[in-house]
């Protein structure tokens, strides 16, 4: 049984401990997804870096996700009704699951919008492929934002009971994007008087969904529930430029999980293999934000000041030039973030512990700018 501890609280954010039986995972927490292993294979395969010097990713948390295409015809919830396409699915699923090891695995159906409804075919259908999959922890979704609590009490609760009986544990999931505050809250209150201690969220826009972002806050300060989201956009919609997924941490969410590409959701959204060199911006720790070039040297000299292998003796220009030149700069770009907002998110656990985490804030130029943007607006 997975047990989660709120170690600390501070300035909305929740320092909590996941003990899996094996590990012992701090959060706030970066989780790793799956298209970030998939960069690290697209570079030991260009032949530059040898598998041997690349490190492994340090995330403890590892996110599968496929996203739901109907465009492309890529995967299909519906689909999976098809025995053969079942098993072909779940090979791909296995193969995505080999990487990071010793981490807590999750699989996420990132839907095409939250409104759509997973029927509780789906549902099941989803369980099972995560169950075959040899995920310990199981995500059911709760089928339309606006069930009745009562509803969704009865499928949770069927849900959990069937998992109970092969040992595996249940994560029900609640769409951020409630238009029915009163329901959501509801929502969150039932799963709480279950005993329900894992609980996935997905990240919908911080501005329209204020209302619910701060039901969770205000829910979970004094829980011992561990709140994963997933689908977090790499830069605040509203400025383009703070890491979202820091802004989250306000709000008591635990661990982060990217969103997969969403080209038909976001607006002129250019694949990151599509992207010009001129608009690619590097994570930097120091403000939480992404930088563009002219940014980054006017503000650090061209200092890179990263020592991970992608970066390790390379000015902010060569990191560039060098990468672009081999039409992978998006892709090394996206690890360098990995690496490093993992990193900055443990640094800021250890602040909430210290009661700290309102000073932290105000350190990081871009996330503090968000956050008073934030508060200025809703107070
Ligand atoms: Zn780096």
Redesign the pocket.
């Given at each position: 049984m997975i047990s989660v501890k709120l170690e600390g609280t501070d300035f909305g954010a929740r320092n909590i401990t996941i003990d899996t039986g094996g590990n012992r995972i701090v959060a706030p927490s970066r989780a790793l997804i799956s298209t970030e292993t998939h960069y690290v294979e697209k570079i030991i395969n260009s032949g530059r870096v040898a598998t041997a010097v690349f490190p492994p990713y340090p995330h403890e948390i590892y996110e599968v996700v496929r996203a739901e295409n109907r465009k492309k015809n890529q995967f299909q919830v519906s689909e999976l009704s098809n025995p053969k396409v079942f098993e072909r699915k779940l090979v791909g699923l296995k193969q995505d699951l080999r990487f990071q090891k010793n981490a807590l695995k999750l699989f996420h159906y990132q839907k095409m919008s939250p409104f759509f409804e997973m029927t509780r075919e789906n549902n099941i259908l989803l369980a099972k492929f995560q169950a075959d999959a040899e995920l310990k922890v199981i995500k059911v979704w709760d089928e339309r934002v606006n069930t009745s609590p009562k509803y969704f009490e009865t499928q949770i609760d069927q849900f959990r009971n069937k998992l109970d009986e092969v040992g595996l544990e249940i994560m029900p999931v609640l769409e951020t994007a409630n238009p029915d505050v009163d329901n959501y809250e509801a929502k969150w209150k039932l799963l709480h008087d279950m005993g329900i201690n894992k609980v996935g969220t997905t990240a919908e826009s911080i501005l329209q969904n204020w209302k619910n972002y701060s039901i969770i806050q205000k829910f979970v300060e004094d829980k011992d529930i561990w709140v994963h989201a997933s689908g977090v956009p790499r830069r605040w919609a509203s400025n383009h430029t703070t890491s979202e997924m820091h802004i989250l941490q306000r709000f008591g969410i635990n661990t982060f999980a990217l969103e997969v590409f969403r080209p038909f959701l976001r607006e002129g959204a250019v694949s990151v293999y599509d992207r010009n060199p001129k608009d690619q911006k590097l994570y930097d720790q120091n403000t939480c934000g992404g930088l563009g070039l002219k940014e980054g040297v006017s503000l650090y000299h061209g200092e890179?000041n990263?020592d991970?292998v992608?970066?390790n003796g390379k000015t902010r220009a060569e990191f560039y030039t060098d990468y672009a030149k081999l039409e992978l700069l998006p892709v090394y770009a996206n690890v360098?973030e990995a690496?490093?907002s993992f990193e900055e998110m443990q640094m800021g656990a250890k602040r909430i512990l210290d009661h700290d985490f309102k000073d932290y804030v105000k350190e990081k130029h871009y996330l503090n700018e968000a956050m008073n943007n934030l508060d200025k607006r809703f107070s």
């Open positions: 890179l990263c991970h992608c970066c360098h690496f490093n």
